[in-house]
């Protein structure tokens, strides 16, 4: 774990710690600071943009409740992201899983905020998120989106890590049978590496 | 499942490590070894490239994003709502003769439950079975064959192949795979003992067959 990572995580347990003495402001600093990955993490699990906000709420809600109960067994983050998990597969059953690519307002919102660079690499991986299933768009996001070990993986989503690393493997055979290539380009992102 | 790549050892365990080094959480030496790997594989340098685009577009802020303090007001109005804790609240205004029929009726519920699971269990299980029954266990020549956690799926995958098995069901619960020869129950013996003296595989067992 990062330098970083164990600063956010001992900020975060100190909210938890002033949410389950009924510190509002607490939770209002912890809604900010996680709302912009469960936006991300929501809308990939999803894929309904207007029950995002709804699904948020829920999790929020489970952790006002809760945070007296949270004992350390692990991150903060890991923590939240598993009643996020939760909450958005309960919306799912609810709701159904459907893509959102045949809603018109999502053109005209891309058009409005994206650069035609971002908007293009919205477009392929939106291509590949397609094909996957909700927990492979899932495993995807938390690995490469949001950062998550594969232990923490499974502990988001209550499940073996070999489930996890299984669903990994086949999400990304998937992506890279889909997704069109790089051919052609310069494989500029070699040299970035550690 | 097939490995995505005609290669080495080398490639699946660049494949492996490449999430972890593009999120920064792999040791210095494993993105040595892997900056190593991708300067002498094109293969692998493709699909580097191609995580690299894939957690780029990853990073991209979710769109559209509800409005933050718009729905941390909401949130906050739902916990001072009473319709926050509504189950409580009506079941403390509900009468006792309410509360004593939906007692009742959960009891019967309950009753009529019980009744149902042991019926079914008795209907699904038979007690007994004829010695002239036919079974239902595994076609001749099954193996059943537990791999080490560690193995990779590209020795497994190699293995299966050598001895020309086939998987034909799992893995269940403890990992375990039922493996059949794909040709013949003749190699059946002699796949058990090369699987039995194969390094990575924890138990190979016959099925027992009728």
């Known amino acids: 774990m990062h330098d970083d990572d164990l600063d956010s995580d001992v900020t975060d347990r100190l909210l938890l710690q002033r949410m389950a003495n009924g510190d509002r402001a607490a939770l209002g600093i912890l809604y900010r600071s996680y709302h912009g990955r469960l936006c991300r993490f929501l809308g990939r699990l999803t894929r309904r943009p207007e029950v995002i906000e709804e699904v948020i709420n829920d999790c929020f809600w489970i952790a006002w409740q809760k945070a007296g109960s949270f004992h350390g067994d692990s991150r903060v983050s890991t923590w939240l992201m598993g009643i996020a998990y939760r909450s958005g597969l309960k919306t799912l059953r609810q709701h159904g899983d459907a893509p959102v690519e045949d809603d018109p307002r999502r053109e005209e919102r891309s058009a409005a905020h994206d650069l035609d660079e971002d908007r293009e690499l919205r477009d392929w991986l939106s291509k590949g998120l397609d094909r996957l299933s909700a927990d492979q768009r899932v495993v995807i996001e938390l690995v490469y989106g949001v950062g998550h070990s594969l232990d923490e993986v499974a502990v988001i989503m209550q499940c073996p890590v070999g489930t996890v690393k299984a669903r990994l493997f086949h999400a990304r055979v998937k992506l890279r049978n889909v997704l069109p290539g790089l051919a052609g380009e310069p494989p500029q992102r070699t040299e970035a590496m550690p | ?210």
């Open chain 2, 1 to 210: 499942m097939t490995f995505p790549m005609d290669s080495g050892k080398d490639c699946v365990r660049a494949w492996e490590m490449m999430p972890w080094v593009l999120q920064d959480s792999a040791t210095a030496e494993q993105g040595a070894w892997l900056e190593g790997h991708l300067a002498q594989c094109a293969a692998c340098r493709a699909e580097f490239a191609q995580q690299s685009r894939l957690r780029l577009a990853l990073s991209l802020p979710a769109q559209p994003a509800p409005d933050v303090e718009a729905g941390l007001g909401r949130l906050l109005q739902r916990l001072d709502a009473p319709a926050a804790t509504p189950a409580p609240a009506r079941a403390r205004a509900a009468g006792w003769l309410n509360r004593a029929l939906v007692a009742a009726v959960l009891v019967q519920a309950l009753g009529i439950g019980i009744l149902g699971v042991k019926l079914w269990s008795a209907g699904s299980a038979p007690a007994y079975r004829t010695l002239s029954e036919p079974s239902q266990s595994a076609p001749a020549g099954t193996i059943r064959v537990v791999p080490d956690a560690g193995m990779t799926l590209a020795d497994w995958n190699a293995l299966l192949h050598a001895l020309r098995l086939q998987v034909v069901a799992g893995p269940n619960d403890v990992g375990a795979y039922t493996v059949a020869p794909a040709s013949s129950a003749s190699t059946a013996q002699q796949a058990l003992q090369q699987l039995r003296s194969t390094r990575g595989i924890v138990l190979a067992e016959p099925v027992a067959t009728p």
